[in-house]
């Protein structure tokens, strides 16, 4: 049987394609190596304990955004907390609390860092949020040269709109409006900055930096159960999923690509990879295939994500999200920041009553951790690891007897689970803007892409936003 649509890779990206071409009534396999759908955004076990493998936050979810969109779309609603603060910052001895509401917020930052110019600034960055967000109508190809061209052009009602801030980079804007600001303030804003455009003020255009400060003025959810439930409730109406199924190698012959499995052997007309572009030609037989992929291994940053894994027991009511800020960057990692999410108290899906999962992740380079000696690599890693413990528990007011467990996870360790080591995708900045990065489609015909190393880059907006341009390369609609 040769199957109209196979899809490789159930992360966000994976999930997503293979939910709305179910949805359309195509025939689509989606197959996945691990146990679980989710990728980075997936939840696993460890010592009968559920934990979030990296993405803890829904963004998007909110009336008319591009999540709720696809999962409405689809036919499915996955079980969702809406959580307002977004994030609870720390740095220094001093909080600052990323309430929703502009006004809140406004009244908060001028009491943590005192500047006549906060409302003026935060009503921009709220501005450009709201007024991105109901643009429509653009998409990205990368089929020939004349659909990227054309496809470009549906950017420009997007460039008319916020070209005063597209060009130079955000660092200087910031310090231009403010007049003066100090380090410690460029700090908590790159911190920010970071957690979204997986690049600082110095890396990206004010108008990505705005879209990354005013995230958190839009609903956020917690996901009940983990964020593997997210995406199980999201594929829940795909009648063929095979996971712990690896692709081992894909040939392409007269139109038709074979999947070698470790399930037997998949055929299919179509074929849409939901895995890193950085690792995907290593199943190519195709040397045209291998070559596109490998094309864009020029563009990888090496940047990744160290994470530390924990189980607490304590009756303190905690927030879902905290971001610690220091003044140094840590070592074997390029950020001063930890971002650390606890689960609800009322999910006991995840933890029982009494008890929290903590997920906390901090971005690091892939070339701290891979090719390096092993007695240096689990020297390096216990090292980290017990500086962030010792961190979250001195600004979270945890003492080290209610520790249950705590284990990390290194760009090593997902290179081992999901076949990828660089994580975040490929960020938006001045380098490596949009025509240079790959979109949905391909130019080998019945090749497609999804996932946050394509259009539109990362976390679930970005990737979904990326799978309704795939719908819209396939069918011309979306
Ligand atoms: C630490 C961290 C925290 C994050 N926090 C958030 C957050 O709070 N909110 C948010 O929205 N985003 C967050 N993100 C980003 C978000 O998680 C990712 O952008 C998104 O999950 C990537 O989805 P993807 O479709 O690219 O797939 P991936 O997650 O890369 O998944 C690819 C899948 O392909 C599978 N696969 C690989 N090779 C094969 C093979 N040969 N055969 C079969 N299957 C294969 C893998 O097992 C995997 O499941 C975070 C990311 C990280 C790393």
């Given at each position: 049987?040769?199957?109209?649509?196979?899809?490789?890779?159930?992360?966000?990206?994976?999930?997503?394609?293979?939910?709305?071409?179910?949805?359309?009534?195509?025939?689509?396999?989606?197959?996945?190596?691990?146990?679980?759908?989710?990728?980075?955004?997936?939840t696993f076990t460890h010592n009968t304990r559920r934990y979030n493998?990296?993405?803890?936050?829904?963004?998007?979810?909110?009336?008319?955004?591009?999540?709720?969109?696809?999962?409405?779309?689809?036919?499915?609603?996955?079980?969702?907390?809406?959580?307002?603060?977004?994030?609870?910052?720390?740095?220094?001895?001093?909080?600052?609390?990323?309430?929703?509401?502009?006004?809140?917020?406004?009244?908060?930052?001028?009491?943590?860092?005192?500047?006549?110019?906060?409302?003026?600034?935060?009503?921009?960055?709220?501005?450009?949020?709201?007024?991105?967000?109901?643009?429509?109508?653009?998409?990205?190809?990368?089929?020939?040269?004349?659909?990227?061209?054309?496809?470009?052009?549906?950017?420009?009602?997007?460039?008319?709109?916020?070209?005063?801030?597209?060009?130079?980079?955000?660092?200087?804007?910031?310090?231009?409006?403010?007049?003066?600001?100090?380090?410690?303030?460029?700090?908590?804003?790159?911190?920010?900055?970071?957690?979204?455009?997986?690049?600082?003020?110095?890396?990206?255009?004010?108008?990505?930096?705005?879209?990354?400060?005013?995230?958190?003025?839009?609903?956020?959810?917690?996901?009940?159960?983990g964020?593997?439930?997210?995406?199980?409730?999201?594929?829940?109406?795909?009648?063929?999923?095979?996971?712990?199924?690896?692709?081992?190698?894909?040939?392409?012959?007269?139109?038709?690509?074979?999947?070698?499995?470790?399930?037997?052997?998949?055929?299919?007309?179509?074929?849409?990879?939901?895995?890193?572009?950085?690792?995907?030609?290593?199943?190519?037989?195709?040397?045209?295939?291998?070559?596109?992929?490998?094309?864009?291994?020029?563009?990888?940053?090496?940047?990744?994500?160290?994470i530390l894994y924990m189980t607490i027991k304590s009756?303190?009511?905690y927030?879902?999200?905290?971001?610690?800020?220091?003044?140094?960057?840590?070592?074997?990692?390029?950020?001063?920041?930890?971002?650390v999410s606890f689960s609800?108290p009322?999910d006991t899906?995840i933890a029982p009553a009494g008890e929290y999962r903590i997920t906390a992740?901090?971005?690091?380079?892939?070339?701290?951790?891979?090719?390096?000696?092993?007695?240096?690599?689990?020297?390096?890693?216990?090292?980290?690891?017990?500086?962030?413990q010792?961190?979250i528990c001195?600004?979270?007011?945890l003492s080290d007897d209610q520790i249950v467990e705590s284990f990390a996870?290194?760009?090593?360790?997902?290179?081992?689970?999901?076949?990828?080591?660089?994580?975040?995708?490929?960020?938006?900045?001045?380098?490596?803007?949009?025509?240079?990065?790959?979109?949905?489609?391909?130019?080998?015909?019945?090749?497609?892409?999804?996932?946050?190393?394509?259009?539109?880059?990362?976390?679930?907006?970005?990737?979904?936003?990326?799978?309704?341009?795939?719908?819209?390369?396939?069918?011309?609609?979306?």
């Amino acid at each position: 049987m040769i199957r109209e649509y196979a899809i490789v890779g159930g992360g966000i990206g994976g999930c997503s394609i293979a939910a709305l071409l179910n949805a359309q009534g195509h025939d689509v396999i989606l197959i996945e190596k691990e146990p679980s759908l989710g990728g980075c955004a997936s939840t696993f076990t460890h010592n009968t304990r559920r934990y979030n493998t990296g993405a803890t936050t829904i963004s998007g979810y909110h009336e008319g955004g591009i999540v709720r969109r696809v999962f409405d779309t689809v036919g499915t609603a996955p079980q969702l907390i809406s959580t307002d603060p977004a994030i609870t910052i720390i740095q220094g001895d001093k909080t600052c609390i990323r309430y929703r509401e502009l006004e809140h917020f406004i009244t908060e930052i001028e009491a943590f860092y005192p500047h006549s110019k906060h409302r003026e600034f935060w009503t921009l960055v709220h501005s450009i949020g709201v007024a991105f967000y109901y643009m429509e109508g653009h998409y990205y190809s990368n089929a020939s040269t004349l659909s990227k061209i054309r496809s470009l052009t549906s950017l420009f009602p997007m460039i008319r709109k916020f070209w005063r801030y597209l060009f130079g980079n955000a660092h200087d804007f910031i310090a231009r409006f403010y007049g003066t600001v100090t380090p410690q303030y460029l700090d908590f804003l790159d911190a920010q900055i970071m957690i979204v455009a997986q690049a600082t003020s110095k890396d990206v255009n004010f108008f990505t930096a705005a879209l990354s400060l005013g995230y958190t003025f839009n609903e956020t959810h917690y996901p009940v159960g983990g964020m593997g439930a997210a995406c199980v409730s999201l594929t829940s109406k795909i009648p063929d999923i095979r996971t712990r199924c690896t692709v081992i190698s894909i040939s392409n012959e007269m139109g038709i690509y074979t999947l070698l499995t470790s399930q037997g052997t998949i055929k299919c007309k179509n074929l849409i990879m939901g895995t890193s572009h950085y690792e995907s030609s290593q199943w190519f037989s195709d040397s045209a295939i291998k070559k596109y992929y490998q094309k864009y291994e020029k563009i990888n940053n090496h940047q990744s994500a160290f994470i530390l894994y924990m189980t607490i027991k304590s009756d303190t009511l905690y927030s879902h999200h905290y971001q610690l800020i220091a003044e140094q960057i840590l070592p074997y990692t390029i950020s001063k920041s930890v971002f650390v999410s606890f689960s609800d108290p009322a999910d006991t899906l995840i933890a029982p009553a009494g008890e929290y999962r903590i997920t906390a992740s901090i971005h690091t380079d892939t070339r701290y951790w891979i090719g390096v000696e092993p007695i240096l690599y689990k020297h390096h890693k216990t090292q980290l690891q017990n500086l962030l413990q010792q961190w979250i528990c001195d600004k979270l007011t945890l003492s080290d007897d209610q520790i249950v467990e705590s284990f990390a996870a290194t760009p090593k360790t997902f290179g081992h689970y999901i076949n990828r080591t660089q994580l975040g995708g490929n960020a938006l900045t001045l380098s490596n803007f949009l025509p240079r990065l790959p979109a949905n489609d391909t130019p080998i015909k019945g090749l497609y892409q999804v996932g946050d190393t394509s259009y539109a880059a990362q976390g679930w907006p970005g990737v979904m936003m990326g799978a309704l341009n795939c719908m819209r390369m396939i069918h011309g609609k979306y």
